[in-house]
Structure formats: structure tokens, C-alpha cells
């Protein structure tokens, strides 16, 4: 005699439909609340209790559910999508920023959608792909755009928030720094140290020419005009670093001290000064930027600038949501600075 199959238990996911994909009606049945409940929990975590956004959050893995977001949104005039733009994310210099600032966007029902323009002044036609999509808000990293590209984002009224540098004329909202006076303290920090001869290992791309023009003007203020130089591509790179030291040495450059435009190339060039039988700092003082993860615990540890990037990315971040809201942003431009900390390298 065949056998009755089991009953499934009554929370088990619903069993997928031919042709049809999972509904928030499915997710609400098993979930035991109503559709516009489990609504605002995918698209406002904030406004259902915690209880019922994990009971929610269960029932959308354990059935597969995909929101339809493009539908809502075209109900609902809004996308819940704030684009972001990095130059890269190959080295760890704005993985903070990305992480706060996703984090802060998540907290109040925001998605982001990154996209990468390089090194390379491809933004042009990253950003044009963006505004078709109608995001509700865009975070630019760096304040070096196009005129086009100026024109495109004010005509398509969206919050912009531009990040890592400082201008008066921001296109909306800015939240940086003065890359011009962190070059110069760094300058500034090795004279104090009593050094003269001085290299640069600079990275080529624009918030590096930025703070290496700050280097310049401080050094010459100390009756310093001319360094010798070694650019490198962006980003710059452990390797980058070693062959930068190696052209200034090969070249003849006699230098007490090498200043540095990113903490990987200042790793490089003291991996390539202690290779060639150089004491840090006593022969060469090595000085980066960006305090990374490694700055503190190499040997020996690296005097850098340190930027305070989760701040960045906090900042920009409720600044969005702010001007999103039609709500007034306390400042329209905010200076987080910037911190000269000193280790052994220098």
C-alpha cells in the first residue's frame, strides 16, 4: 500500500511554483506577518522590531525571494540605490571609507552600488551610466571632474557628496581633508629632523600632485628648492616603492630622507634601503601617507599621516540621507583633517 508523505512543517519555505518566482506574499504567509511588514523590513530595517526583521531576513533566505525593486521604485519614485565612485579598491587606502559608508547607508535601508573609475579620468562615462539609473544619491571620491560631467550632476538634481579632498566649490556637500597641508607637515616633519636632502617616491595621480605641490612650498620655505624625484603609477605599490629607491640611488640622488606619497611605496623603500645594507632612520628616514594597517608594525614602524577614512564614509554618508530627506546639512563642507604620527621610520 503506498504511503502518505509527510506533511511539510508549517514554517517550512513554500515550494517553488513552475515558472513563477517566489513573492513577498510567500515570504509573508510563512513568515506570519503581512506583506507591506515584511516591505519595510527589507527597505526600512528601522521601523519593524528587531524580532521580526530576523524572522523576516530567515524567511527571504531560506526561500530564495529577490525583491523587486525596479517595481517599487517606480511606484514609489525611489530607488533606495546610492552610487559610489572609488578610483580603485586594489590597495586598502578606501576600503574604511567603503565600509563605513555602506554600513551607515544599510542602517537606514540604502544599497550601494560601486562602481571603479581607475586612476584613468574614466568618470565621464561612469558617470553618464549611473544617472540613467536614477540613483537617489551619489558619493564621488575626489573633487576633479569634468565640466560635462559638473553640468550632468546639477542638472540631474540627485545629493552629491564629494569626499577625500577640499575645494570652496563643492558641487553639493564635501567631506575631506587639505592633501596640500598634509604634504606640507610632512615636509615640514623632516626638516624639523634636521634633514636636507630630500627624495620623493610620489604616486602620478592628482590628490598625490596635490600634496606633493604642499611638500614643495613647505621645503621651500626652509630654503629647500630642489628634491629629487621618481614618480610612479597610481596606485602606488610595494614594488613601486623598490624600484623608486633603486632609480633615485641609481641615478646618483645623495638623500638623508625619502618622503613618500602612500605607505606601500614607503614599505617598498625601506625593504629596498635595508636590502642594500641602509639603516632606518640613521642612514635614510622613510615618511608615507595613509597610516595602513602595516604602518605600525613594520620594522621599523613607519611614520605616515593619518587620515581618519571610517569618519570619511560616516560623514558622507548622513550627509546623503540628510539632503535626500530635504533635509539641511549642518555644513556643506567639512574638514576632518588629518594627523602627523610619528614612529621610528623618521
Known sequence: MARTPPRPPRDAAPAPRAGKAVTIRDVAKV????????????????????????RVRAVVARTG????????????????????VFPQITNSMFVDTIQALTDRLRADGYQVLLGLSSYEMREDELIAG?????????????????????????????????????????????????H????????RHLVARGHRDIGLV?????????RRHGFAEALA?????????????????????????????????????VACSSDPLAQGVIAEARDRGL???????????????????????????AIDKATIGRLAAEALIARIEGREVPERIVDVGFRLVERAST
Not at 46 to 53: E, H, R, S
Not at 202 to 210: E, I, K, L, M
Request: proline content about 7%; hydrophobic content about 40%; overall charge neutral.
Open 31 to 54: 513568515a506570519g506577518v503581512s506583506p507591506i511588514t515584511v516591505s519595510r523590513a527589507l527597505n526600512n530595517p528601522g521601523l519593524v522590531t528587531p524580532d521580526t526583521l530576523e
Open 65 to 84: 525571494y529577490v525583491p523587486n525593486f525596479l517595481a517599487g521604485s517606480l511606484r514609489s519614485r525611489r530607488s533606495r540605490v546610492i552610487a559610489a
Open 130 to 178: 549611473i544617472l540613467g539609473r536614477r540613483p537617489e544619491g551619489i558619493y564621488l571620491t575626489g573633487i576633479s571632474h569634468s565640466p560635462d560631467t559638473r553640468r550632468r550632476l546639477a542638472a540631474s538634481h540627485i545629493p552629491v557628496v564629494e569626499a577625500w579632498d577640499l575645494t570652496p566649490t563643492p558641487i553639493d556637500v564635501l567631506v575631506g581633508f587639505s
Open 180 to 187: 596640500e597641508k598634509a604634504g606640507a607637515a610632512m615636509a
Open 202 to 210: 610620489w604616486g602620478n595621480d592628482q590628490r598625490a600632485h596635490v
Open 221 to 257: 620655505e626652509a630654503g629647500i628648492e630642489a628634491v629629487s624625484t621618481r614618480l610612479e603609477p597610481a596606485p602606488g605599490m610595494f614594488q613601486h616603492g623598490r624600484e623608486g629607491l633603486a632609480e633615485l640611488l641609481r641615478q646618483g640622488a645623495r638623500v638623508s630622507a
Open 279 to 305: 639603516r632606518i632612520p640613521e642612514d635614510l628616514a622613510v615618511i608615507g601617507f595613509g597610516d595602513f594597517d602595516f604602518a605600525a608594525h613594520t620594522s621599523p614602524a613607519l611614520t605616515t599621516i
